[in-house]
């Protein structure tokens, strides 16, 4: 049987700040209610999936008590490069906050799909490169035979995947709190004789939450 590099994404529960309409970025708040419901709906799914090899969490405080929740005895592993986009201007704001303070700046970026840039946000070109970084990083550290499940965020992630992917370009991705990806991996470059095999690399879930339709360890839903 062949053996796998198995990666689990994961996006953090609810914040706060999703909560309240932030633009988040690398703020750091903590879960809502809703937030520790799911994460601890996802822990009682992932636990049928057996301990992982690694898991690692982004730095920042919703990321991190999401993995917490997940932990099988050794805390998470906390990673810088894999924490959300920096927002810049924007960090901590609604976008009716923002709109108010940079009404220039929020009208350039609803009437063009050009890139238009905001002051002291990561640039989608930098964030590419960490997620390339990160990704490079992960097959240092992991092989085939190893399960590693990642929490992060939504525009990481966006990143990340297509980078796994091999893409050219960067998707928008409607990426649920919690929602799962599963990637099976077994060579991090695409090489002349692998690149039609789809044996080499294989998706199991792709932005799912099969943990919150079914209440696995829990009768009823809640948001105490």
């Known amino acids: 049987m ?5 990666l689990w994404l994961i996006r953090h529960g609810e914040s706060l700040g999703n909560m309240e309409g932030r633009l ?8 809502s209610p809703q937030g520790q419901w799911q994460s601890q709906q996802l822990a009682a799914y992932l636990h049928h999936q057996g301990p992982p090899t690694a898991l690692y969490s982004s730095p920042l405080r919703r990321a991190v ?3 917490h929740y997940l932990t099988t005895g050794q805390p998470p592993t906390l990673v810088a490069d894999i924490q959300e986009l920096h927002q810049g201007i924007f960090q901590g704001l609604t976008w009716a906050e923002a709109s108010q303070r940079h009404p220039e700046i929020c009208a350039a970026l609803t009437q063009s799909l050009e ?18 970084d990160w990704y490079q990083t992960l097959w ?9 499940w990642m929490v992060t965020h939504g525009g990481f992630m966006q990143q990340l995947i297509r ?3 091999g893409c050219d370009r960067t998707w928008q991705i409607p990426i649920r709190h919690t929602a799962l990806f599963e990637f099976w991996l077994l060579n991090p470059i695409q090489t002349h004789s692998s690149h039609h095999n789809p044996e080499y690399w294989k998706i199991l879930k792709f932005n799912e939450t099969p943990h919150l339709k079914t209440p696995w360890g829990s009768s009823a839903r809640s948001t105490d």
């Open 2 to 6: 062949t053996n796998y590099l198995k």
């Open 24 to 31: 988040e970025g690398q703020m750091s708040t903590p879960l």
């Open 65 to 67: 008590e999401t993995a």
């Open 115 to 132: 890139y238009q840039p905001v002051p002291g946000a990561e640039t989608p070109t930098a964030a590419h490169q960490r997620a390339t």
């Open 140 to 148: 240092q550290r992991h092989a085939p035979g190893d399960m590693v």
């Open 163 to 165: 980078v796994i992917l």
